[in-house]
Each structure stands twice: as structure tokens, then as C-alpha cells.
């Protein structure tokens, strides 16, 4: 990765940097949307050029911005504590307000709403970047995106569940959408504690609900490949300026949109289950806080659930009143340096994604 972070120092990075992303994002963009065969030829070039093309140009241009007008938080974890931008949220909104006017344009209702319900996260946890939101109103207001779906009836009823098959659950699979949502979005903002992890998680759980699109299981939703492939590749362009050492920061703009395209994802593809399966380690971290804090706080009023070492090693905290967490038992053993822990933390969701994936599939083929 030397070579990775010595361009980003290069002088003509503001050139190299959007236009080599975007020729590997259009090219991979492409080839997907090509292969899940759900637009046609000159479609998929003009969606694949807004997918790729917004995302690490707005990206970049954020990080400009946002060191222009010092909009900065400190990178605690860093021996120095330098100041980063603090929010890549409003890239993604950019992206995502122009698949929503695609999927207008192609008269598509799914893609419209599912994109309407993640403009709505990212708004609201842009107001939490700017303004601050009490922990109540992040579970209260987060089923909005849920109820934006629930509205437009742009779900199938029928969730599938291996073994079992489709179930029908028509009064009862709204409300467990609401839920799921609100669940999902702040599960995703719970895990933004270093860098690059919370695209990271998204990207690998992305993937593996397109690879289970080739296993037992119903149809997707129209538009469910469409989402796919541009969380996919929107992703795949915005995750080197999160990667250790980030950029720039997620911000609660970022995580809460990332969390809302990944639920609407799984909706749409009609893998609701094994996104279940898929989020178990952010599921198990959002439990482990809220049982072990006694309910929902503020980040702030949160005390840090590991602690910095002479050698800039992470630790578990001794603060009794510290939240249990993936970052604290993955230091349990030893304290580790955050280049270490990340790396940790990408190896035990590739682990789990691959085991979700090897029983979802067994499971589906005992279905007769």
C-alpha cells in the first residue's frame, strides 16, 4: 500500500485520483448491470458514468472543502490526532439523488422510493453532523426510511427463509421492515469507529447478497440488481479515501446511508434473512453496547470502550462503565496497533460473510 499513499501525495492527485476511479468503476459497473441484464447497453453506460464519476469526484471535492472551511475532527486513534474532514455523507447524497432521478426517468417505483428512503437517512444524519441528535431521536426518527417503504408498498411480503421457503406475512412484514430499518442504519453508525470500516462491511455484505442471487431463493424485486450494482460500485469508489489512514471521515451522513442502501438492497433482492446472517457481528456490537450502557446514549456521554497505550497500542479500557464491543474483544488477547485491529475486524466480516453464505445455501437446498 506504499505506492497506494504515495500518489495521494502527488501533486496532480486532484487529476489521477477521480479519473483512474472512475475507468475502473465504469468498466466494473458495466460488465455487472450488463450481466444482471436489468438495463440495456447505452443505459448501463449512462448509469455507470454517474455511479462512478460522482462519488470520488464529490468525495474529493469535500475533502477540499471541508479543510477550507474547517469542518475537521481529530483522528484520536493516530499518534499525532490529525485533523480529517469529518463527513463524506453528501457525496453519497449527490449519487444517490441522481439514481432516484434514474429511476424516474425509467419509470421504475422501486428504485425511486428505496433511493427516496436513503436520501432520507443521509438528511438526518447530516442535521446529526451539523446539529446533534439525543440517542432517542436517532432509534425514533431512523424508521422514517422504513415507513417511506412501508408507503410505497415497494417490498414483497413473502420473505424467504431457508428450509421453510416463502412466508407470508402481509400485516406483519411493514412493521418488521420499519424496525429493520432503523435497526440496520444505526447498527452501521455504531460500527464507524476506525477507518474504513463501516464501507468496508457494507462492501463485503453488498457482494454477498449478489452472490446469493445464484443460489436457491426467489426473484429479485425490479430494480433490486439495479441497487446492487451501484452500492457495489459507489462503494468500491469511495472506499480508498476511508481506508486506514483515512482522508476523510464517514460522518453520521455516511454510515446511516450506507446501513439504509444495504437494507434496501436486501429487501429488493428478497434476501432479508441472510442479511440477518450477514449483520450478526454489527447486531452483536449494537446489543453489547446497549446492554452493557443500560440503554441509549449519546456517543459523547459514551466513555471509549478501548484506550491508547505508550505505543500507540489499543487496549481494553478498565472503565467499568465503557460498552463491551467487536473493538474491545478483538483486543482482548492483546493490545493492538489500529492498522492490526483493522485488519482483525475486515478478517472476522469476510469470515462470517463466507459462513453466511455456505449455510444460506445448504439451508435453501433442504427447502423441497
Known sequence: MRWYWSVMNYRYLHIILPLSLLVLSINLSYFIALILSEFTMMEVWVW??????????????????????GFLAPDVHKPNKPLIPRTSGPAFLISTSLLL??????????????????????????????????????????????????????????????VVGGVRITILYPLLLIVAYT????????????????????LITAIALLISTNMNGPSPLPGGLSIT?????????????????????????????IGSLIASQAILLRREFLLIMLSA????????????????KNKEAIPRPVTLTSEFKLKPSKNVNAPITLVQLLTLSKPLSEKELIIAYYALIVINAVTSLALYQVLSSLHI
Not at 446533534?132 to 424467504?160: E, R, S, W
Not at 435497526?183 to 457494507?202: E, L, Q, R
Request: with cysteine.
Open 229 to 257: 450494482a451501484f452500492v457495489i460500485i459507489a462503494l468500491l469508489t469511495y472506499l480508498p479515501f476511508n481506508l486506514y489512514p483515512a482522508k476523510i471521515f464517514n460522518g453520521n451522513t455516511m454510515s446511516f446511508m
Open 48 to 69: 455507470a458514468a454517474f455511479c462512478g464519476l460522482l462519488t470520488p469526484l464529490a468525495t474529493y471535492a469535500l475533502i477540499k472543502l471541508e479543510r477550507k472551511v
Open 281 to 296: 457481528p454489527l447486531i452483536l456490537n449494537g446489543f453489547g453496547i446497549i446492554s452493557s450502557i443500560k440503554g441509549f
Open 183 to 202: 435497526v440496520i442504519t444505526n447498527a452501521y453508525n455504531m460500527i464507524d469507529t476506525h477507518n474504513g470500516i463501516t464501507p468496508f462491511v457494507a
Open 101 to 162: 432521478l434514474t429511476g424516474y426517468f425509467f419509470n421504475n417505483p422501486y428504485i425511486v422510493m428505496h433511493s427516496l428512503a436513503s436520501i432520507t437517512a443521509g438528511l438526518l444524519g447530516l442535521y446529526d453532523d451539523l446539529r446533534g441528535l439525543n440517542a432517542f431521536m436517532k432509534v425514533a426518527l431512523f424508521t422514517v426510511p422504513g415507513l417511506i417503504i412501508a408507503l410505497g408498498g415497494v417490498f414483497d411480503p413473502h420473505p424467504y427463509i431457508p
